[in-house]
């Protein structure tokens, strides 16, 4: 562990420098065309239905294959990062989702489509659990929050790009150019990865010190070259490399799980990773519960299709404030009460949401539900569930909670549907109450502060 101490604190005393900004950047990019390629199925699949080329049983099966994929792809992500090396992982993922998407643009029916997304799925549900695990194992720990939620509003950026490309693109050239976007884009970021290093965190856990030591002397010569002054604002305590290098040693000191898939559930762990399931599956629930149901609710309750499509247009305009909040504050307040805090907020506002009576007071509400479930997002899935885990089991924790998360998202909407036909609107935001609710007590009681903790520090399970 006093390797692993020592290539920690070093990582940690730099100063944020192009070398940083280009790793997010790769990352970034792609996850980025993981997240356009799960949102280009609204159009493909409305296309294909007009043209004839598929039905809605067929449509079904697309999307339940997508999310199949992605459980599995999750879960694979967490056991090839963990043995075979983060940079090895978001490589394969990147090609396999990148080929599958050139293949379903070249798909001669349905049936060839549906298996082409199977893969697609493996490949994007790994991206997610790879890509925030490997950004956070850079990224000095006085900054990693902030880091994790501009990864986060990248990534949902997404949603518009596909959503516009696909009504200048579909009409006019047809469904296969989407997937021959996503694919290239893809491919295209493959090349530019082939750059980023090996996580030296990883490294160490292998045994291999040298090569750790080596990563870590090519980002330090790179930053002292290309320095870039730390400009975190006086309002944010930074701890000094002194105070990190203090909290490491102590750190050092504490012995290492064992690298087992089973210590996660091991006593040192177990409240870790139940916080983490718990966390995974809250948000997907409460984000597919709300976010994907709200043009079908506001139908139901009266308003024209294109009303509705208007006044969820404007509601989701709260995601990248949602997004900007959570960069603000997870430095500020933390990861662990910030969850807590605004799974209350959550609360309250659903609570709010059934009795807003007028479009402005609707839009408003659901303005600011949007934006609480994007800070939420930023908060957990991007930057606490990670660093939940040590070094050694970090991808197969993240992979284990999202697939969970992913398994219980495939139930959600049968689960939304009931809700929403025996009570309407309030029932289903009571669903997302009692999910926001038993994610705040998890959290509040089980849960670590990772606030500007290295994540060696963070091992001692304290």
Same mark, same amino acid.
């Given at each position: 562990?006093?390797?692993?101490?020592?290539?920690?604190?070093?990582?940690?005393?730099?100063?944020?420098?192009?070398?940083?900004?280009?790793?997010?950047?790769?990352?970034?990019?792609?996850? /980025?065309?993981?997240?356009?390629?799960?949102?280009?199925?609204?159009?493909?699949?409305?296309?294909?239905?007009?043209? &004839?080329?598929?039905?809605?049983?067929?449509?079904?099966?697309?999307?339940?294959?997508?999310?199949?994929?992605?459980?599995?792809?999750?879960?694979?992500? &967490?056991?090839?990062?963990?043995?075979?090396?983060?940079?090895?992982?978001?490589? /394969?993922?990147?090609?396999?989702?990148?080929?599958?998407?050139?293949?379903?643009?070249?798909? +001669?029916?349905? =049936?060839?489509?549906?298996?082409?997304?199977?893969?697609? =799925?493996?490949?994007?549900?790994?991206?997610?659990?790879?890509?925030?695990?490997?950004?956070?194992?850079?990224?000095?720990?006085?900054?990693?929050?902030?880091?994790?939620?501009?990864?986060?509003?990248?990534?949902?950026?997404?949603?518009?790009?596909?959503?516009?490309?696909?009504?200048?693109?579909?009409?006019?050239?047809?469904?296969?150019?989407?997937?021959?976007?996503?694919?290239?884009?893809?491919?295209?970021?493959?090349?530019?990865?082939?750059?980023?290093?090996?996580?030296?965190?990883?490294?160490?856990?292998?045994?291999?010190?040298? #090569?750790? #030591?080596?990563?870590?002397?090519?980002?330090?010569?790179?930053?002292?070259?290309?320095?870039?002054?730390?400009?975190?604002?006086?309002?944010?305590?930074?701890?000094?490399?002194?105070?990190?290098?203090?909290?490491?040693?102590?750190?050092?000191?504490?012995?290492?799980?064992?690298?087992?898939?089973?210590?996660?559930?091991?006593?040192?762990?177990?409240?870790?990773?139940?916080?983490?399931?718990?966390?995974?599956?809250?948000?997907?629930? %409460?984000?597919?519960?709300? %976010?994907?149901?709200?043009?079908?609710?506001?139908?139901?309750?009266?308003?024209?299709?294109?009303?509705?499509?208007?006044?969820?247009?404007?509601?989701?305009?709260? =995601?990248?404030?949602?997004?900007?909040?959570? /960069?603000?504050?997870?430095?500020?307040?933390?990861?662990?009460?910030?969850?807590?805090?605004?799974?209350?907020?959550?609360?309250?506002?659903?609570?709010?949401?059934?009795?807003?009576?007028?479009?402005?007071?609707?839009?408003?509400?659901?303005?600011?539900?949007?934006?609480?479930?994007?800070?939420?997002?930023?908060?957990?899935?991007?930057?606490?569930?990670?660093?939940?885990?040590?070094?050694?089991?970090?991808?197969?924790?993240?992979?284990?909670?999202?697939?969970? &998360?992913?398994?219980?998202?495939?139930?959600? +909407?049968?689960?939304? %549907?009931?809700?929403?036909?025996?009570?309407? %609107?309030?029932?289903?935001?009571?669903?997302?109450?009692?999910?926001?609710?038993?994610?705040?007590?998890?959290?509040?009681?089980?849960?670590?502060?990772?606030?500007?903790?290295?994540?060696?520090?963070?091992?001692?399970?304290?």
């Amino acid at each position: 562990m006093s390797d692993a101490a020592g290539i920690g604190r070093r990582l940690d005393s730099l100063a944020i420098s192009r070398f940083h900004i280009r790793l997010i950047g790769l990352i970034a990019a792609g996850m /980025f065309f993981d997240s356009f390629d799960i949102y280009l199925a609204s159009g493909v699949l409305g296309a294909m239905v007009r043209s &004839g080329q598929s039905t809605l049983s067929l449509n079904a099966t697309f999307i339940s294959v997508t999310f199949g994929g992605m459980m599995v792809g999750a879960w694979m992500a &967490g056991v090839l990062g963990d043995r075979y090396g983060r940079r090895f992982c978001y490589q /394969f993922n990147l090609a396999l989702y990148g080929i599958a998407s050139l293949a379903g643009a070249l798909a +001669p029916s349905m =049936g060839w489509l549906i298996l082409c997304r199977l893969v697609m =799925g493996l490949g994007m549900g790994a991206e997610i659990v790879v890509g925030y695990g490997t950004l956070g194992e850079f990224i000095p720990a006085r900054h990693r929050g902030q880091f994790g939620t501009i990864l986060n509003l990248i990534i949902n950026s997404a949603l518009f790009l596909s959503t516009f490309l696909g009504w200048l693109i579909i009409p006019g050239y047809g469904w296969r150019w989407m997937f021959v976007i996503a694919g290239i884009g893809a491919l295209f970021v493959w090349v530019l990865r082939k750059s980023m290093p090996e996580s030296p965190r990883w490294l160490v856990t292998q045994g291999r010190g040298e #090569d750790a #030591d080596r990563v870590v002397r090519s980002i330090e010569a790179e930053t002292s070259a290309s320095r870039t002054p730390d400009k975190t604002p006086e309002t944010i305590p930074s701890p000094d490399a002194a105070s990190l290098a203090a909290r490491a040693a102590t750190a050092a000191e504490t012995p290492a799980p064992p690298e087992r898939l089973t210590a996660l559930f091991a006593p040192a762990l177990l409240a870790r990773t139940v916080t983490g399931i718990t966390v995974a599956v809250s948000l997907l629930v %409460v984000n597919y519960a709300f %976010v994907s149901w709200i043009p079908s609710f506001l139908v139901r309750q009266g308003h024209t299709i294109s009303n509705s499509l208007g006044i969820t247009a404007l509601m989701f305009a709260g =995601g990248p404030l949602g997004s900007l909040i959570a /960069f603000a504050l997870s430095e500020r307040l933390g990861r662990k009460w910030g969850i807590v805090l605004f799974s209350g907020i959550g609360i309250v506002l659903g609570a709010a949401y059934p009795f807003a009576g007028s479009p402005v007071t609707l839009v408003a509400t659901g303005f600011a539900i949007t934006a609480c479930i994007y800070v939420l997002s930023s908060l957990s899935i991007a930057t606490y569930v990670p660093e939940l885990f040590p070094t050694a089991l970090r991808m197969r924790g993240a992979g284990l909670c999202n697939a969970i &998360g992913r398994a219980v998202s495939m139930a959600v +909407p049968y689960v939304v %549907v009931w809700a929403f036909e025996a009570f309407g %609107v309030v029932g289903v935001v009571t669903l997302i109450g009692g999910t926001l609710l038993a994610q705040a007590v998890i959290v509040a009681l089980f849960g670590p502060e990772t606030r500007q903790r290295s994540l060696e520090e963070l091992e001692t399970y304290a």
